[in-house]
């Protein structure tokens, strides 16, 4: 199938001809919120004048260096930053509103919705063309910042898009086939089944009963947040769109399947897919089927990020680069 590209080369091209000859420069951003600043880190290859990537962090408590405090110290996206960085790219990562260094956003993160976080992408576009004096700003949205991206897409500050681990298919759809996957929640399908229906009809869902594990899927804290995001379906959020678009998936991801890439690239046929055939959901190496090995590496902000990732991305950005 025409621009799908499996197993890229982990060395030179356009990009590494860019890089920069000394470190980046590594300094604050802010963009203003609704109640306080939101916060970033903009990292920038001195002298370089490339290509600036806004960096849209997934689901849950995920800060700017794609960590949390559920247990992933893995470091994905600072670790982009500063692979992109030796490529010439100049790279925006950011706390999402409500949590971490964007706590004074908003007093109540939980009730932040996909549409919220659209007008912080907005904002922070516009924040980081004046600062960077760039024509316009490439949205890369890693996991459920694939779905933010895709939803902010029609700004005309926005370059294109670089979806990372997307989601293709509506969240509720995932959340329900990883549920099913598991053998261990067999047990709790009876009442987790129904409660995604509900979620997904727009109703919320009575948690009393719920045993702990699914407490922390359904909290009533959290239940306008999935509304929202369950109500959007990526692939028609992509269908149509204009602008360059790059798809890259892991093929030992747990989390995104390589179905979900797939979804995308059928609603987008211009878009460029590239499938990784030994990265998982954060980007690293994963060379067997282990789960705990896999979701071991969620720990490690040691291991580097797989071969391909940073040299996909990186290509794809020259290739499209508005200088």
Same mark, same amino acid.
């Given at each position: 199938?025409?621009?799908?590209?499996?197993?890229?080369?982990?060395?030179?091209?356009?990009?590494?001809?860019?890089?920069?000859?000394?470190?980046?420069?590594? &300094?604050?951003?802010?963009?203003?919120?609704?109640?306080?600043?939101?916060?970033?880190?903009?990292?920038?290859?001195?002298?370089?004048?490339?290509?600036?990537?806004?960096?849209?962090?997934?689901?849950?408590?995920?800060?700017?260096?794609?960590?949390?405090?559920?247990?992933?110290?893995?470091?994905?996206?600072?670790?982009?930053?500063?692979?992109?960085?030796?490529?010439?790219?100049?790279?925006?990562?950011?706390?999402?509103?409500?949590?971490?260094? &964007? &706590?004074?956003?908003?007093?109540?993160?939980?009730?932040?919705?996909?549409?919220?976080?659209?007008?912080?992408?907005?904002?922070?576009?516009?924040?980081?063309?004046?600062?960077?004096?760039?024509?316009?700003?490439?949205?890369?949205?890693?996991?459920?910042?694939?779905?933010?991206?895709?939803?902010?897409?029609?700004?005309?500050?926005?370059?294109?898009?670089?979806?990372?681990?997307?989601?293709?298919?509506?969240?509720?759809?995932?959340?329900?086939?990883?549920?099913?996957?598991?053998?261990?929640?067999?047990?709790?399908?009876?009442?987790?089944?129904?409660?995604?229906?509900?979620?997904?009809?727009?109703?919320?869902?009575?948690?009393?009963?719920?045993?702990?594990?699914?407490?922390?899927?359904?909290?009533?804290?959290?239940?306008?947040?999935?509304?929202?995001?369950?109500?959007?379906?990526?692939?028609?959020?992509?269908?149509?769109?204009?602008?360059?678009?790059?798809?890259?998936?892991?093929?030992?991801?747990?989390?995104?399947?390589?179905?979900?890439?797939?979804?995308?690239?059928?609603?987008?046929?211009?878009?460029?897919?590239?499938?990784?055939?030994?990265?998982?959901?954060?980007?690293?190496?994963?060379?067997?089927?282990?789960?705990?090995?896999?979701?071991?590496?969620?720990?490690?902000? &040691?291991?580097?990020?797989?071969?391909?990732?940073?040299?996909?991305?990186?290509?794809?950005?020259?290739?499209?680069?508005?200088?």
């Amino acid at each position: 199938m025409k621009d799908i590209l499996v197993a890229v080369a982990a060395c030179c091209g356009v990009a590494a001809a860019t890089a920069a000859n000394t470190a980046p420069v590594e &300094s604050p951003i802010e963009a203003p919120g609704p109640a306080g600043p939101l916060k970033g880190t903009l990292l920038t290859p001195d002298g370089a004048r490339g290509p600036v990537v806004l960096i849209i962090p997934g689901s849950g408590p995920t800060d700017r260096d794609g960590n949390s405090p559920a247990g992933v110290l893995a470091a994905p996206y600072r670790l982009l930053a500063e692979g992109l960085a030796a490529h010439g790219v100049t790279s925006a990562r950011i706390d999402k509103r409500g949590m971490f260094g &964007s &706590s004074a956003a908003t007093a109540d993160a939980n009730a932040v919705t996909i549409p919220d976080y659209v007008t912080d992408v907005q904002a922070w576009t516009r924040v980081i063309r004046e600062h960077t004096k760039a024509p316009c700003i490439w949205l890369l949205g890693h996991s459920e910042g694939g779905l933010v991206a895709m939803a902010a897409a029609e700004n005309p500050d926005v370059c294109g898009l670089l979806l990372v681990s997307a989601p293709g298919r509506p969240m509720g759809e995932i959340i329900r086939e990883q549920l099913k996957t598991n053998p261990a929640n067999a047990p709790l399908l009876s009442q987790a089944l129904p409660a995604l229906d509900a979620l997904e009809a727009g109703k919320r869902v009575d948690t009393a009963g719920m045993p702990p594990a699914l407490l922390r899927l359904f909290s009533p804290q959290v239940q306008g947040f999935l509304i929202s995001a369950f109500s959007y379906d990526p692939a028609k959020l992509l269908a149509g769109y204009g602008k360059p678009v790059l798809i890259l998936q892991g093929q030992r991801d747990l989390q995104v399947r390589e179905a979900d890439a797939q979804a995308l690239k059928l609603a987008d046929p211009k878009a460029t897919l590239v499938l990784l055939p030994d990265v998982n959901h954060v980007l690293k190496s994963v060379a067997a089927d282990d789960v705990r090995a896999n979701f071991a590496t969620y720990g490690n902000s &040691s291991l580097p990020l797989a071969p391909g990732v940073v040299q996909s991305i990186s290509d794809f950005l020259m290739s499209h680069a508005k200088l």
